[in-house]
C-alpha cells in the first residue's frame, strides 16, 4: 500500500520515539521487536483513509507554474527587494509598481531544442510568471532602482519623505 507523503511522514515522527525505537542506521525503518507487526497493521489502516485521488493530484506548483523566491527588506529610507531568477535574461523582466503594490514578471526560455532527444528527466520550470507583493507605505517611484547579476534582481524602493518615520526630539521645559 502506498503512503501519502503527509502519512509518510506522521509514521517517520512516530518511529523516532518512545523507549523501543531503533536507533543508529535503522531509524526510520519501523520498531523494534514485537512491536514492529502492530505499527506495521496500524499504518496500513490509517492509510485507508487516505483519499484515492491523492496520488493523482499533482502539486499546485505543478498547476500554478512557476513563483519566483522574494526577500523583502526594510530600513528607515527604503525597501529593498532580492527576487531569485535563475536563468533569465535581464530582456525578460518587467518591473512594475502600481501604488503600493510592486509586480514582478516575465517568461523564462528554453535556449534547446530537443529534437532527436527523449525527455529522461525534466524538473526545470519554463514560461511566464507573475509575483506582486503589496509594501506598507508609499514609495518614490522617481527613486526607484532595479539591478540583475547572476540570476538575482535587487530592485531599491526609497520611501517617500512623508511616509518615513520621523524622530521628535523631547525638550526640556
Do not use: C
Amino acid at each position: 500500500m502506498k503512503l501519502t507523503k503527509r502519512q509518510q511522514q506522521q509514521k517517520q515522527g512516530r518511529e523516532n520515539r518512545g523507549a523501543l525505537a531503533r536507533s543508529g542506521q535503522d531509524q526510520g525503518q519501523g520498531f523494534w521487536g514485537p512491536l514492529a507487526e502492530l505499527a506495521r497493521l496500524r499504518n496500513d489502516i490509517t492509510g485507508g483513509f487516505a483519499s484515492p485521488f491523492d496520488d493523482l493530484l499533482a502539486p499546485a506548483s505543478l498547476l500554478g507554474g512557476w513563483t519566483p523566491a522574494f526577500d523583502v527588506y526594510e530600513d528607515k529610507d527604503k525597501f529593498s527587494v532580492k527576487v531569485e531568477l535563475p536563468g533569465m535574461k535581464r530582456e525578460d523582466i518587467d518591473i512594475s509598481l502600481d501604488g503600493n503594490t510592486l509586480t514582478v514578471s516575465g517568461e523564462l526560455k528554453d535556449e534547446e531544442e530537443h529534437k532527436d532527444s527523449e525527455t529522461y528527466r525534466a524538473e526545470r520550470f519554463f514560461g511566464r510568471f507573475q509575483r506582486s507583493i503589496t509594501l506598507p507605505q508609499p514609495v518614490d517611484p522617481n527613486r526607484i532602482t532595479a539591478t540583475y547579476k547572476d540570476g538575482v534582481l535587487k530592485i531599491t524602493l526609497p520611501k517617500t519623505e512623508e511616509s518615513k518615520r520621523k524622530q521628535i526630539e523631547v525638550k526640556a521645559s
